[in-house]
């Protein structure tokens, strides 16, 4: 039997960021349910890189994971992380006062936002209908993400510095005897000081195996699409496009527009398949806000996002069970700030200071304890 300092349960973006920041300093496991990591959350993200479309804990930790994603270690990835796309963010006639509000609160941050008269809409945006969109403007602090790229250079970091990332483990239970955990999986039992339940929409269902009480992860469902572009519309030079208060975006993929009515439905963890009715939800928007006929949709998909009650990460050891640490309810934006929450969640685990660029914004060890629920 194998005997580790750490064991994290998911292979998905928390638990794989958060072995690349470990593995120097302590011994790891990660047991990985699917055959592939990062299938069912990380592999299935829009990828989009914003500091300011969440809540303002969550952007202070986006701020915090920025450098790290733009100017990464030396050798860590073969390509850049983060690609600049930039956002046209817009309202229809009855949202053109929240458009403009919005537009001044960036302004008066320093941000080089762009208002955009219809010509230069267009110039950025050719199929969207100015009959729909009477205000926006341009922001260009938008990116997006290489995610298969970041997820694998963290693995093969981690994995350089001795921690082993297994796949295929479906945990069955574990128990706590004397200083360590005794972890069951359908193929070996493995020991472990410390489990990390980093299981993404499962963990809650995690914790319940180790006995531990779960703190109301609610996994929710987001769908998204891709339909053709008309020809002689580049791709590759379109931006974001976000409705001000979050109805839909649309963004490039592979040649194609992706469209997402931006729905969050609860839902119980799974291999989660689009609803036919968001999916028409996503084609219909589309087809309001832009010249496209979606005759066809070429590809549909869904994936989960988990959310604690108050929406915000949980990271932390359990109040009710010894070396049991929590990595969970990231949301949606697990990806964009996983340099700031694996170097986070590192630190807690090997009793290090809080890394300066997240105690920089506010961030303390006990920002996002699960002890909150208590």
Known sequence: ???????????????????????????????????????????????????????????????????????PPRGFADVP???ERGSIILGTEDKVALVRERF????????????LDEAAMLARAPMLKPTFAAAAYFDPEYWDIEVDALLQAYARHARRHGAQILEKRQLTGARHIGNQWLIETNE??????????????????????????????VPHRRTAITVDLPDGIDASRLPEINEIEDTFYFKPEGGRLLASPAD??????????????????????????????????????????????????????????????????????????????????????????????IAREGIAAETFSPLRFS
């Open 1 to 71: 039997m194998q005997t580790f300092d750490i064991a994290i349960i998911g292979g998905g973006i928390a638990g794989i960021s958060l072995a690349y920041f470990l593995s120097p300093h302590r011994s790891v496991v990660v047991l990985e349910r699917e055959d592939a990591l990062g299938y069912h959350s990380t592999g299935r993200s829009a990828a989009e890189f914003t500091l300011r479309d969440n809540a303002p804990l969550v952007n202070a930790l986006a701020r915090a994971s920025h450098t790290f994603l733009m100017d």
């Open 264 to 357: 969050a439905t609860p839902c119980e963890a799974a291999d989660v398949q689009p609803e036919e009715l968001d999916v028409a939800y996503a084609a219909h928007y589309v087809e309001e806000a832009t010249t496209l006929n979606v005759r066809r949709i070429f590809k549909s998909w869904a994936g989960l996002r988990s959310f604690s009650a108050d929406r915000l990460p949980i990271i932390g050891p359990a109040k009710d069970a010894e070396n049991f640490f929590w990595l969970a309810g990231q949301g949606g934006y697990g990806i964009l700030t996983s340099p700031a929450l694996g170097s986070l969640a590192a630190a807690l685990l090997t009793g290090s200071s809080v890394p300066e660029p």
């Open 104 to 115: 001044e609160q960036a302004k008066a941050l320093g941000i080089p936002v762009e208002w």
């Open 188 to 217: 070996e039992t493995i020991a472990a000081g410390t489990i990390v339940n980093a299981a993404g929409g499962w963990a809650d269902t995690v914790a319940t195996l180790c006995g531990v009480a779960p703190l109301g992860i």
């Open 81 to 83: 992380l983060l690609i």
